[in-house]
Protein backbone atom coordinates (compact mmCIF):
# COMPACT_ATOMS: atom_id res chain seq x y z
CA UNK A 1 0.00 0.00 0.00
CA UNK A 2 1.24 3.79 -0.38
CA UNK A 3 3.29 5.54 1.99
CA UNK A 4 0.96 8.74 2.08
CA UNK A 5 -3.46 9.24 2.44
CA UNK A 6 -4.43 7.87 -0.75
CA UNK A 7 -4.86 4.51 0.46
CA UNK A 8 -3.67 3.39 -3.04
CA UNK A 9 -2.47 -0.32 -3.79
CA UNK A 10 1.08 1.36 -5.40
CA UNK A 11 2.69 -2.29 -6.30
CA UNK A 12 -0.58 -2.90 -7.91
CA UNK A 13 -0.64 -0.21 -9.56
CA UNK A 14 3.06 -0.26 -10.90
CA UNK A 15 2.30 -3.87 -12.25
CA UNK A 16 0.14 -1.85 -14.91
CA UNK A 17 3.47 0.13 -16.22
CA UNK A 18 6.10 -2.37 -17.47
CA UNK A 19 8.32 0.50 -18.10
CA UNK A 20 9.15 0.97 -14.43
CA UNK A 21 11.40 -1.87 -14.48
CA UNK A 22 13.60 -0.66 -17.15
CA UNK A 23 13.23 2.88 -16.00
CA UNK A 24 12.66 5.60 -13.16
CA UNK A 25 10.45 7.16 -15.27
CA UNK A 26 9.45 10.85 -14.47
CA UNK A 27 8.49 12.47 -17.92
CA UNK A 28 4.61 11.78 -18.13
CA UNK A 29 4.70 15.53 -18.62
CA UNK A 30 5.76 15.00 -22.15
CA UNK A 31 4.20 11.54 -22.75
CA UNK A 32 2.29 9.39 -20.31
CA UNK A 33 2.15 5.93 -19.91
CA UNK A 34 -0.99 3.69 -20.47
CA UNK A 35 -1.82 1.42 -18.35
CA UNK A 36 -1.89 -2.59 -19.43
CA UNK A 37 -5.15 -3.02 -19.18
CA UNK A 38 -6.36 0.25 -21.09
CA UNK A 39 -3.74 0.03 -24.05
CA UNK A 40 -5.16 -3.70 -24.60
CA UNK A 41 -9.00 -2.06 -24.16
CA UNK A 42 -7.68 0.74 -27.00
CA UNK A 43 -5.87 -1.80 -29.40
CA UNK A 44 -8.66 -3.84 -29.52
CA UNK A 45 -11.50 -1.21 -30.36
CA UNK A 46 -8.58 -0.11 -33.29
CA UNK A 47 -8.60 -3.52 -34.55
CA UNK A 48 -12.32 -4.03 -34.69
CA UNK A 49 -12.73 -0.87 -37.12
CA UNK A 50 -9.38 -2.39 -38.61
CA UNK A 51 -10.32 -5.67 -39.57
CA UNK A 52 -14.23 -4.30 -39.86
CA UNK A 53 -13.54 -1.06 -42.31
CA UNK A 54 -17.08 0.16 -42.53
CA UNK A 55 -19.12 -3.11 -41.58
CA UNK A 56 -17.67 -1.71 -38.04
CA UNK A 57 -18.62 1.85 -38.78
CA UNK A 58 -21.61 2.58 -36.51
CA UNK A 59 -20.18 1.00 -33.83
CA UNK A 60 -16.83 2.73 -34.02
CA UNK A 61 -18.61 5.47 -33.42
CA UNK A 62 -20.54 4.68 -30.51
CA UNK A 63 -17.60 4.12 -28.59
CA UNK A 64 -16.19 7.60 -29.63
CA UNK A 65 -19.10 9.12 -28.46
CA UNK A 66 -19.01 7.30 -25.17
CA UNK A 67 -15.64 8.62 -25.06
CA UNK A 68 -16.53 12.58 -25.55
CA UNK A 69 -19.33 11.77 -22.75
CA UNK A 70 -16.53 10.47 -20.67
CA UNK A 71 -14.02 13.30 -20.96
CA UNK A 72 -17.08 15.47 -20.85
CA UNK A 73 -18.24 14.52 -17.65
CA UNK A 74 -14.53 14.38 -16.14
CA UNK A 75 -14.33 18.27 -17.31
CA UNK A 76 -17.57 19.63 -15.66
CA UNK A 77 -18.84 20.52 -19.22
CA UNK A 78 -21.31 19.62 -21.29
CA UNK A 79 -20.78 16.57 -24.39
CA UNK A 80 -22.21 19.38 -26.75
CA UNK A 81 -19.04 21.68 -25.98
CA UNK A 82 -16.23 18.90 -26.58
CA UNK A 83 -14.95 18.92 -29.73
CA UNK A 84 -12.63 15.54 -30.07
CA UNK A 85 -9.18 16.47 -31.64
CA UNK A 86 -5.92 14.80 -32.05
CA UNK A 87 -4.56 17.00 -29.51
CA UNK A 88 -3.89 20.32 -27.45
CA UNK A 89 -2.01 21.78 -30.30
CA UNK A 90 -5.13 21.42 -33.04
CA UNK A 91 -7.26 22.90 -30.39
CA UNK A 92 -4.94 25.58 -29.95
CA UNK A 93 -4.77 26.32 -33.83
CA UNK A 94 -9.04 26.11 -34.36
CA UNK A 95 -9.10 29.06 -32.04
CA UNK A 96 -6.12 30.89 -33.71
CA UNK A 97 -7.46 30.53 -37.19
CA UNK A 98 -10.89 30.80 -36.18
CA UNK A 99 -11.52 33.97 -34.35
CA UNK A 100 -12.40 36.81 -36.51
CA UNK A 101 -9.46 39.05 -36.14
CA UNK A 102 -9.61 42.79 -36.76
CA UNK A 103 -6.73 44.88 -38.46
CA UNK A 104 -4.62 45.74 -35.01
CA UNK A 105 -6.23 43.21 -32.89
CA UNK A 106 -4.12 42.07 -29.99
CA UNK A 107 -3.44 39.10 -28.71
CA UNK A 108 -1.77 38.47 -25.12
CA UNK A 109 -0.18 35.10 -24.10
CA UNK A 110 2.17 34.03 -21.16
CA UNK A 111 5.90 34.24 -21.34
CA UNK A 112 6.28 30.44 -20.88
CA UNK A 113 4.85 28.60 -23.75
CA UNK A 114 5.31 25.00 -25.42
CA UNK A 115 5.82 25.54 -29.44
CA UNK A 116 2.43 24.12 -29.26
CA UNK A 117 1.13 27.80 -28.20
CA UNK A 118 4.21 30.06 -29.22
CA UNK A 119 4.08 28.91 -33.01
CA UNK A 120 0.30 29.29 -33.95
CA UNK A 121 0.29 32.81 -32.35
CA UNK A 122 3.31 33.76 -33.56
CA UNK A 123 2.80 32.87 -37.00
CA UNK A 124 -0.88 34.54 -36.65
CA UNK A 125 1.13 37.92 -36.76
CA UNK A 126 3.14 36.66 -39.39
CA UNK A 127 0.25 36.51 -41.28
CA UNK A 128 -2.17 39.32 -40.68
CA UNK A 129 -2.22 42.71 -39.00
CA UNK A 130 -2.16 41.66 -35.42
CA UNK A 131 -0.11 41.99 -32.58
CA UNK A 132 1.41 39.43 -29.79
CA UNK A 133 1.98 41.09 -26.11
CA UNK A 134 3.15 38.47 -23.45
CA UNK A 135 2.90 39.07 -20.12
CA UNK A 136 4.81 36.75 -17.02
CA UNK A 137 3.45 34.36 -15.34
CA UNK A 138 4.52 34.45 -11.41
CA UNK A 139 5.34 32.70 -8.16
CA UNK A 140 1.79 33.48 -6.84
CA UNK A 141 -1.79 34.06 -8.69
CA UNK A 142 -1.93 37.70 -7.00
CA UNK A 143 1.66 38.28 -9.20
CA UNK A 144 0.59 36.69 -12.42
CA UNK A 145 -2.97 38.41 -12.31
CA UNK A 146 -0.96 41.67 -11.97
CA UNK A 147 0.97 41.13 -14.79
CA UNK A 148 -2.08 40.44 -16.56
CA UNK A 149 -3.91 43.97 -15.50
CA UNK A 150 -0.79 45.40 -16.43
CA UNK A 151 -0.63 43.54 -20.26
CA UNK A 152 -3.84 44.12 -21.14
CA UNK A 153 -4.75 46.86 -23.37
CA UNK A 154 -7.99 48.63 -25.49
CA UNK A 155 -6.82 46.43 -28.42
CA UNK A 156 -6.59 42.89 -26.88
CA UNK A 157 -9.20 40.85 -28.34
CA UNK A 158 -7.52 37.48 -27.02
CA UNK A 159 -5.81 36.38 -23.95
CA UNK A 160 -3.95 32.56 -24.09
CA UNK A 161 -2.03 30.84 -21.75
CA UNK A 162 -1.19 27.49 -20.37
CA UNK A 163 -3.31 26.02 -17.64
CA UNK A 164 -0.18 24.80 -16.03
CA UNK A 165 3.32 26.11 -17.68
CA UNK A 166 5.25 23.43 -19.24
CA UNK A 167 8.36 25.23 -18.29
CA UNK A 168 8.11 25.77 -14.50
CA UNK A 169 4.88 23.74 -13.89
CA UNK A 170 3.64 26.90 -12.44
CA UNK A 171 -0.51 26.92 -12.08
CA UNK A 172 -2.40 30.20 -13.88
CA UNK A 173 -5.35 31.34 -11.81
CA UNK A 174 -7.48 30.20 -14.65
CA UNK A 175 -11.17 31.37 -13.19
CA UNK A 176 -9.60 34.97 -12.37
CA UNK A 177 -8.10 35.61 -15.43
CA UNK A 178 -11.19 34.44 -17.36
CA UNK A 179 -13.44 36.52 -14.83
CA UNK A 180 -10.89 39.54 -15.78
CA UNK A 181 -10.78 39.01 -19.47
CA UNK A 182 -14.73 38.53 -19.57
CA UNK A 183 -15.35 41.31 -17.89
CA UNK A 184 -13.45 43.92 -20.73
CA UNK A 185 -15.03 41.28 -23.53
CA UNK A 186 -11.96 39.71 -24.00
CA UNK A 187 -11.98 35.94 -25.22
CA UNK A 188 -9.59 33.39 -23.19
CA UNK A 189 -8.15 30.83 -24.56
CA UNK A 190 -6.60 27.99 -21.72
CA UNK A 191 -4.06 25.51 -22.88
CA UNK A 192 -4.41 22.13 -20.35
CA UNK A 193 -2.09 19.90 -21.91
CA UNK A 194 -0.83 19.80 -18.43
CA UNK A 195 -3.36 20.41 -16.33
CA UNK A 196 -6.30 17.65 -17.38
CA UNK A 197 -5.46 15.03 -14.79
CA UNK A 198 -3.28 16.55 -12.82
CA UNK A 199 -5.93 18.15 -10.45
CA UNK A 200 -9.73 18.55 -10.39
CA UNK A 201 -11.49 20.54 -13.46
CA UNK A 202 -14.07 22.33 -13.65
CA UNK A 203 -14.40 24.32 -16.86
CA UNK A 204 -17.83 25.62 -16.64
CA UNK A 205 -16.92 27.29 -13.45
CA UNK A 206 -13.29 28.36 -15.10
CA UNK A 207 -15.44 30.24 -17.03
CA UNK A 208 -13.39 30.66 -20.04
CA UNK A 209 -14.65 31.02 -23.70
CA UNK A 210 -12.04 28.23 -24.78
CA UNK A 211 -9.86 25.29 -23.36
CA UNK A 212 -7.97 22.60 -25.11
CA UNK A 213 -6.16 19.66 -24.32
CA UNK A 214 -4.93 16.04 -24.73
CA UNK A 215 -5.34 12.91 -23.22
CA UNK A 216 -2.15 11.23 -23.76
CA UNK A 217 -0.23 12.91 -20.69
CA UNK A 218 -1.49 13.03 -17.42
CA UNK A 219 -4.35 11.28 -17.79
CA UNK A 220 -2.19 8.11 -19.58
CA UNK A 221 -4.58 7.89 -22.30
CA UNK A 222 -3.72 6.69 -26.26
CA UNK A 223 -1.25 9.04 -28.22
CA UNK A 224 -3.52 10.89 -30.75
CA UNK A 225 -6.41 11.71 -28.76
CA UNK A 226 -7.31 14.95 -27.47
CA UNK A 227 -10.42 17.95 -26.95
CA UNK A 228 -11.26 21.61 -27.27
CA UNK A 229 -13.63 22.94 -25.30
CA UNK A 230 -16.08 25.09 -26.65
CA UNK A 231 -18.18 26.82 -23.98
CA UNK A 232 -21.31 27.11 -25.55
CA UNK A 233 -22.03 31.13 -25.47
CA UNK A 234 -18.88 31.24 -27.46
CA UNK A 235 -19.55 28.83 -30.31
CA UNK A 236 -20.22 31.42 -33.03
CA UNK A 237 -17.23 33.34 -31.71
CA UNK A 238 -15.33 30.70 -33.88
CA UNK A 239 -15.50 29.77 -37.35
CA UNK A 240 -14.21 26.36 -38.49
CA UNK A 241 -10.81 26.59 -40.23
CA UNK A 242 -11.53 22.91 -42.34
CA UNK A 243 -14.63 21.68 -42.80
CA UNK A 244 -15.95 18.09 -44.48
CA UNK A 245 -17.93 15.33 -43.70
CA UNK A 246 -19.59 15.31 -40.28
CA UNK A 247 -18.83 19.27 -39.78
CA UNK A 248 -22.59 20.17 -40.49
CA UNK A 249 -26.17 19.62 -42.53
CA UNK A 250 -25.45 20.55 -47.02
CA UNK A 251 -28.11 21.32 -49.17
CA UNK A 252 -27.56 22.53 -52.96
CA UNK A 253 -30.12 25.24 -51.97
CA UNK A 254 -28.90 26.41 -48.52
CA UNK A 255 -24.99 25.14 -48.78
CA UNK A 256 -23.23 24.38 -45.48
CA UNK A 257 -24.64 24.64 -42.15
CA UNK A 258 -21.94 23.83 -39.42
CA UNK A 259 -23.69 22.07 -36.60
CA UNK A 260 -24.41 24.18 -33.20
CA UNK A 261 -22.15 22.23 -30.92
CA UNK A 262 -18.51 21.92 -31.38
CA UNK A 263 -18.64 18.69 -33.07
CA UNK A 264 -18.71 21.10 -35.88
CA UNK A 265 -14.80 21.56 -35.50
CA UNK A 266 -14.79 17.89 -36.45
CA UNK A 267 -14.83 16.42 -40.64
CA UNK A 268 -13.80 13.56 -42.17
CA UNK A 269 -13.27 9.64 -41.21
CA UNK A 270 -11.62 9.50 -37.36
CA UNK A 271 -9.70 6.47 -35.81
CA UNK A 272 -12.69 5.98 -33.30
CA UNK A 273 -10.96 3.15 -31.75
CA UNK A 274 -8.22 5.59 -30.54
CA UNK A 275 -11.23 7.56 -29.14
CA UNK A 276 -12.67 4.59 -27.19
CA UNK A 277 -9.79 3.96 -25.74
CA UNK A 278 -10.52 7.33 -24.11
CA UNK A 279 -13.52 5.44 -22.30
CA UNK A 280 -11.06 2.78 -20.78
CA UNK A 281 -8.66 5.30 -19.73
CA UNK A 282 -11.43 7.35 -17.63
CA UNK A 283 -13.13 4.35 -15.96
CA UNK A 284 -9.85 3.13 -14.91
CA UNK A 285 -8.98 6.18 -13.03
CA UNK A 286 -12.34 5.74 -11.84
CA UNK A 287 -11.85 2.63 -10.63
CA UNK A 288 -8.38 3.83 -8.48
CA UNK A 289 -10.71 7.01 -7.63
CA UNK A 290 -9.41 10.26 -9.03
CA UNK A 291 -9.18 12.08 -5.70
CA UNK A 292 -6.99 9.31 -4.32
CA UNK A 293 -5.04 9.96 -7.21
CA UNK A 294 -4.54 13.71 -6.73
CA UNK A 295 -3.80 12.60 -3.14
CA UNK A 296 -0.78 10.66 -4.00
CA UNK A 297 0.35 12.86 -6.73
CA UNK A 298 1.06 15.72 -4.39
CA UNK A 299 2.54 13.73 -1.48
CA UNK A 300 5.22 12.68 -4.25
CA UNK A 301 5.48 16.23 -5.31
CA UNK A 302 5.90 17.47 -1.91
CA UNK A 303 8.50 14.63 -1.12
CA UNK A 304 10.38 15.63 -3.80
CA UNK A 305 10.35 19.57 -3.37
CA UNK A 306 11.50 19.19 0.13
CA UNK A 307 14.30 16.76 -1.08
CA UNK A 308 15.07 18.92 -3.79
CA UNK A 309 15.51 22.53 -2.04
CA UNK A 310 17.41 21.11 0.46
CA UNK A 311 20.42 20.40 -1.85
CA UNK A 312 22.45 23.22 -1.82
CA UNK A 313 23.47 25.23 -5.16
CA UNK A 314 20.21 23.58 -7.09
CA UNK A 315 18.05 26.48 -7.97
CA UNK A 316 13.85 25.42 -8.05
CA UNK A 317 12.08 27.50 -10.84
CA UNK A 318 8.52 26.44 -9.71
CA UNK A 319 6.40 27.45 -6.59
CA UNK A 320 6.59 25.36 -3.32
CA UNK A 321 2.94 26.05 -3.09
CA UNK A 322 0.82 22.76 -4.67
CA UNK A 323 -1.96 25.05 -4.91
CA UNK A 324 0.28 27.34 -7.25
CA UNK A 325 2.08 24.48 -9.49
CA UNK A 326 1.22 21.19 -10.23
CA UNK A 327 3.28 17.18 -10.31
CA UNK A 328 5.51 19.05 -12.30
CA UNK A 329 8.85 20.47 -10.47
CA UNK A 330 11.64 22.02 -12.50
CA UNK A 331 15.40 22.48 -11.62
CA UNK A 332 18.91 23.92 -12.35
CA UNK A 333 22.52 23.46 -11.21
CA UNK A 334 24.28 26.69 -11.83
CA UNK A 335 27.22 26.27 -13.98
CA UNK A 336 26.24 22.36 -15.44
CA UNK A 337 24.60 21.78 -18.25
CA UNK A 338 20.82 20.40 -18.68
CA UNK A 339 21.55 18.82 -21.13
CA UNK A 340 24.48 17.10 -19.70
CA UNK A 341 22.75 16.28 -16.73
CA UNK A 342 20.16 14.75 -18.96
CA UNK A 343 21.87 12.74 -21.12
CA UNK A 344 23.99 11.08 -17.80
CA UNK A 345 20.89 10.56 -15.75
CA UNK A 346 19.10 8.75 -18.46
CA UNK A 347 21.93 6.90 -20.49
CA UNK A 348 24.08 5.74 -16.76
CA UNK A 349 21.19 5.43 -14.37
CA UNK A 350 18.21 4.96 -16.22
CA UNK A 351 16.38 8.37 -14.59
CA UNK A 352 14.18 9.83 -17.48
CA UNK A 353 13.63 13.70 -17.10
CA UNK A 354 12.95 16.48 -19.08
CA UNK A 355 15.17 19.06 -20.18
CA UNK A 356 13.79 22.58 -20.14
CA UNK A 357 15.94 24.65 -22.50
CA UNK A 358 14.60 27.99 -20.95
CA UNK A 359 16.53 27.45 -17.81
CA UNK A 360 19.10 25.28 -18.54
CA UNK A 361 17.87 22.92 -16.39
CA UNK A 362 15.61 19.75 -16.22
CA UNK A 363 11.66 19.29 -15.37
CA UNK A 364 10.47 16.01 -12.79
CA UNK A 365 7.19 14.81 -12.85
CA UNK A 366 5.49 12.74 -10.42
CA UNK A 367 2.77 10.54 -11.71
CA UNK A 368 0.68 8.26 -9.89
CA UNK A 369 3.07 5.08 -10.71
CA UNK A 370 5.83 6.74 -9.47
CA UNK A 371 7.43 6.08 -6.09
CA UNK A 372 9.65 7.65 -2.84
CA UNK A 373 12.29 5.40 -3.71
CA UNK A 374 12.43 6.70 -6.84
CA UNK A 375 12.92 10.01 -6.14
CA UNK A 376 15.41 9.20 -3.17
CA UNK A 377 17.34 7.80 -5.72
CA UNK A 378 17.51 10.27 -8.49
CA UNK A 379 18.17 13.06 -5.20
CA UNK A 380 21.57 10.84 -3.91
CA UNK A 381 22.73 10.89 -8.19
CA UNK A 382 22.02 15.18 -7.78
CA UNK A 383 24.07 15.41 -4.82
CA UNK A 384 27.65 15.18 -6.14
CA UNK A 385 26.41 18.16 -9.11
CA UNK A 386 25.22 20.38 -5.60
CA UNK A 387 28.57 19.62 -4.68
CA UNK A 388 30.07 20.77 -7.79
CA UNK A 389 27.92 24.36 -8.01
CA UNK A 390 29.28 25.31 -4.77
Same mark, same amino acid.
Given at each position: ??????????? %?? +????????????????????? &????????????? *???????????? !?????????????????????????? +?????????? =??????????? *???????????? @? &???????????????????????????? =?? %?????????????? =?????????????? %???? +?????????????? =????????????????????????????????????????????????????????????????????????????????? !??? *?????????????? @????????????????????????????????????? @??????????? @??????????????????????????????????? +??????? &???????
Amino acid at each position: MSTDASGLDIS %AI +RAQFPIVERIAYFNTGTAGVS &PLSVAAATWADMQ *AFELDGEHGWGA !GCERMERGREALAALLSAQREEIALT +RNATDGVNLV =VEGVGWRDGDE *ALLSAEEHPSML @F &PWTYLTQRRDAKLNRFDLGMTPEETLGN =VR %AALTPRTRLLATSH =VSSVTGKRAPAKEI %AALC +RERGILTLFDGAQA =VGQFPLDLGDIGGDFYTGNCHKWLLGPKGTGFLYVRRDSLDELTPTFVGAGTGHFSDEGGLEPLDTASRFEYGTRDFGRYG !GVE *AVIEWHHGLGMDRE @FVRMRHLTDYLRDRLCALDGITVHTPRSWEDSSAMTT @FSVPGVSGVEL @FHELREDHAVKLRIVGEVDGNRISTAVFNTEEEID +RLISLLH &PYAKTAN
